[in-house]
Structure formats: structure tokens, C-alpha cells
T-cell receptor, first 113, second 108 residues
């Protein structure tokens, strides 16, 4: 059984640029959630995708957007990067949208200069 | 006021000690309660998952939920240096809300 994988591991961007982060969910899981974890803080929910549709969103602006593909892998896109977007971005998969037992990937560390 | 409050620590204990980690919450709609362990530069790893008041035990770990007090705890018995990590409580109904995490250091 393959766990959740994310790419890239690290990324450095400048303010105003756009970034795409990728996630492959655990085998058999159809639901993917994205979280932002600032240094010294717990993860904050960005949004969740279930069977290619957005299924809930946290308190993040529209420049944070996502996609889920037929194989249940997912992308997180962030436009017009700001310095405060520097964080660890975590992807978590679960077996179904009603299942809060989520399994996390190692994360992508984004630095915005 | 945050929905979930967790003391950030750091909490430093000698090897073999019993560790108590706690969270309080304000949202009575929360139905599911979890504890995650996060090592430095890694993603969170699910340790315990409960959905009712009471105790749940798994090896050296015991999770306790008191819904009437809106208080949850994680106890670690016979703590080991390998338990040194950040422990995150998480809870929710249709989405997860995390605490800020408690840094635990177990000294050998």
C-alpha cells in the first residue's frame, strides 16, 4: 500500500508569482484535503476535494484554488504569492468524505521571498 | 478565542516518565477527536482516533475525552526518547480543526 506523496519537497518563489503543489493520495482513498501549517502552528484547513468536486473550504482567499483528478491525485494552486504564504503545505487523504481519519503526506515547504 | 487551545510547551521529561498532553475546545459540535504526532520536517502521523467520551488505549498511549468539560488528553506511559516530537490534537464534525501542538522532549 502506497502512502500519501507530495511534490516538490521544497520550493522558493518571489512575491507575486504563482505556484502549483501536487499530491498523490493513498491507494483506495477518494478524498483529499489540503492544509497550511505556519511555523509553530497547527495545520489550518484550506479545502477538501471529493471525487473531483470541492467539498468544503476554510477561511482562505480565492487565490488559493485546487483540482482533483480522476485518479484522485490533487493540485493546490496559489496565485499572487504573498510573504505570509510561506509555510508547510500538507495534503491528507481519507477513504471517504465523511471519514475524518486522515493520513498526511510529508508536505511541501514553500518560501516566498 | 481559538476553537482549540493547546499549550505549546516545550514539555521536557526524563525517559520512563508518564506524559500528559491536553487540549480544550469551545465548539460543542465537535464529534471526533484525534491525536497526531509530528516529527521535525515530517507530516503529522495519526496516533489515536475517538468519537465518544471515555478512554481508548493503544499500547503505551491512552486517549481520554470529556465532552462535558470540552477537554481531551493523551497519556504516554514509559516515555522514550523516540517519543520526542510535536503532538497535535485535532477535532471536528465535517472538517478537522487542529491545536497549535505541544513540543515534547524525552531525555535519556
Amino acid at each position: 500500500e502506497t502512502g500519501v506523496t507530495q511534490s516538490p519537497t521544497h520550493l522558493i518563489k518571489t512575491r507575486g508569482q504563482q505556484v502549483t503543489l501536487r499530491c498523490s493520495s493513498q491507494s483506495g482513498h477518494n478524498t483529499v484535503s489540503w492544509y497550511q501549517q505556519a511555523l509553530g502552528q497547527g495545520p489550518q484547513f484550506i479545502f477538501q476535494y471529493y471525487r473531483e468536486e470541492e467539498n468544503g473550504r476554510g477561511n482562505f482567499p480565492p487565490r488559493f484554488s485546487g483540482l482533483q483528478f480522476p485518479n484522485y491525485s490533487s493540485e493546490l494552486n496559489v496565485n499572487a504569492l504573498e510573504l505570509d504564504d510561506s509555510a508547510l503545505y500538507l495534503c491528507a487523504s481519507s477513504a471517504d468524505r465523511g471519514n475524518l481519519e486522515q493520513f498526511f503526506g510529508p508536505g511541501t515547504r514553500l518560501t516566498v521571498l | 478565542q481559538k476553537e482549540v487551545e493547546q499549550d505549546p510547551g516545550p514539555l521536557s521529561v526524563p525517559e520512563g516518565a508518564i506524559v500528559s498532553l491536553n487540549c480544550t475546545y469551545s465548539n460543542s459540535a465537535f464529534q471526533y477527536f484525534m491525536w497526531y504526532r509530528q516529527y521535525s520536517r515530517k507530516g503529522p502521523e495519526l496516533l489515536m482516533y475517538t468519537y465518544s467520551s471515555g478512554n481508548k488505549e493503544d499500547g503505551r498511549f491512552t486517549a481520554q475525552v470529556d465532552k462535558s468539560s470540552k477537554y481531551i488528553s493523551l497519556f504516554i506511559r514509559d516515555s522514550q526518547p523516540s517519543d520526542s516530537a510535536t503532538y497535535l490534537c485535532a477535532m471536528g464534525g465535517n472538517k478537522l480543526v487542529f491545536g497549535a501542538g505541544t513540543i515534547l522532549r524525552v531525555k535519556s
